[in-house]
């Protein structure tokens, strides 16, 4: 009698082995990120978002296999002017890995000269489509000129800088600091659609640049419609 070469149990392995199909990677390749249109890259944001807000883990860790092909080039399918505040880092609060984001940070997310200037290299070099003014609750900077906080060196030029905005929500109906963050980012998000001469016109193309709202109690990141 012929013995069979399949054990009755290791066919069954097979089985649930073939079964057992593993998750496609949230994150392409990086060439592949350079393709990435406006409303994908803010769907792949949002996406990363929820994944942020629902699980207790990172879905989409670092590692050896993807800092080796980041090495090579980069490619982010995002811009992220945001603030510097500690509790608002953007690959954390999006779920993004390395080479996934380009970060531009200043305390009450503003843009000068070199901001501005990083920005034009991550869309014009870069192929980065989507630029993403993210403020959050509340934001001490905003706060600071809010409440017209007499501070002194530098910080100074922070409060001027988020002022006109303050300025503009006197008598809004709301919370005052949430009002002012979201204006102060709609403000710098104008600037930078009005950047002369490249981002004005790249603004007017297929580069589109948005405001978010990050909520630090919820994790949350509201978009701008």
Partial sequence: MKMSLFHPISLLTLIAAAAFVLPAPANPPAAEAATVSPENALRRLK????????????????????????????????????????????????????????????????????????????????????????????????????????????????VEAITPAVERINGRPGDPLENAVKENAADVAKKIRDSQPALSSLAKADVRVVEGYYDLDTGVVQFAK
């Fill in 47 to 158: 996406d990363g978002n929820s994944r942020y807000v629902k699980y207790n883990f990172s879905q989409v860790k670092p590692n050896r296999k993807r800092r080796l092909e980041v090495a090579k080039g980069q490619h982010p399918f995002a811009v992220i002017v945001g603030c510097s505040d500690s509790r608002v880092g953007p690959e954390i609060v999006f779920d993004q890995s390395l080479g996934d984001l380009f970060v531009v940070r200043t305390a009450g997310n503003l843009v000068d000269d070199y901001a501005l200037g990083s920005i034009e290299y991550a869309v014009a070099h870069l192929g980065t489509r989507l630029v993403v003014v993210l403020g959050h609750e509340r934001c001490g900077a905003v706060d600071a000129a809010l409440q017209k906080a007499p501070d002194g060196g530098h910080v100074k030029s922070l």
